[in-house]
């Protein structure tokens, strides 16, 4: 496609339930970053790939919070035994030009997660 | 490190009237700056970006921000608000993580209301 698309847009989990977010970047883009957006906040920085390596996972609120690419396109971004501190939208976004230089990230829609 | 400060989480203007966002920002190292706008449900849309050059910078559906470096400044503007523009508006810096690529950080979000 066109644009980065992430899915699914909606997902509802039970506390304690293990969640799976998918993100599809622009192809041949080799940056690919995720961002937490909580309500009424603006995104933070979750983690970074260049291609299929994770370069930078310090904003991952904890181990329970685990991402991965590995070929170097689609992302997947999972969260074990889901709290309700987790409820947030999940951001995707890529970029053309690898580390060092991001003056341009594509965002997609979100996924927007809720934990009852 | 680098944080960005909005001022203003909700802003009323009049259609017809400026619009002006209020961002400030503080970095380590030389700053690439960026206005996002987010309407409801959607994912982030780039409005503008600065990164060298002049430092007057012109965006998509007539906005525009300056850079000021003696100011750390760099508000959104336009001189006339329409209808369309009523959405939220994210100001960011992307500066070296600790991965030593680029992550961009966000403000907090200023929502902009247009009144008839």
């Not at chain 2, 990164?51 to 400044?73: C, P």
Request: net charge neutral.
């Amino acid at each position: 496609g066109a644009g980065v698309s992430q899915s699914p847009r909606y997902k509802v989990a039970k506390r304690g339930q293990d969640v799976a977010l998918r993100c599809d970047p622009i192809s041949g883009h080799v940056s690919l970053f995720w961002y937490q957006q909580a309500l009424g906040q603006g995104p933070e920085f979750l983690t970074y790939f260049q291609n299929e390596a994770q370069l930078d996972k310090s904003g991952l609120p904890s181990d329970r919070f685990f991402a991965e690419r590995p070929e170097g396109s689609v992302s997947t971004l999972k969260i074990q035994r889901t709290q309700q501190e987790d409820s947030a939208v999940y951001l995707c976004a890529s970029s053309l030009r690898d580390r060092g230089l991001v003056t341009e990230a594509f965002f997609g829609q979100g996924t927007r997660l809720t934990v009852v | 490190a680098q944080s960005v400060t909005q001022l203003g989480s909700h802003v009323s203007v009049s259609e017809g009237a400026l619009v002006l966002l209020r961002c400030n920002y503080s970095s380590s190292v030389p700053p690439y700056l960026f206005w996002y706008v987010q309407y409801p449900n959607q994912g982030l849309q780039l409005l503008l970006k600065y990164t060298t050059g002049a430092t007057l910078v012109k965006g998509i559906n007539g906005f525009e921000a300056e850079f000021k470096k003696s100011e750390t400044s760099f508000h959104l503007t336009k001189p006339s608000a329409h209808m369309s523009d009523a959405a939220e508006y994210f100001c960011a810096v992307s500066g070296l993580s600790s991965g030593s690529a680029r992550q961009l950080t966000f403000g907090s979000g200023t929502q902009l209301t247009v009144l008839p």
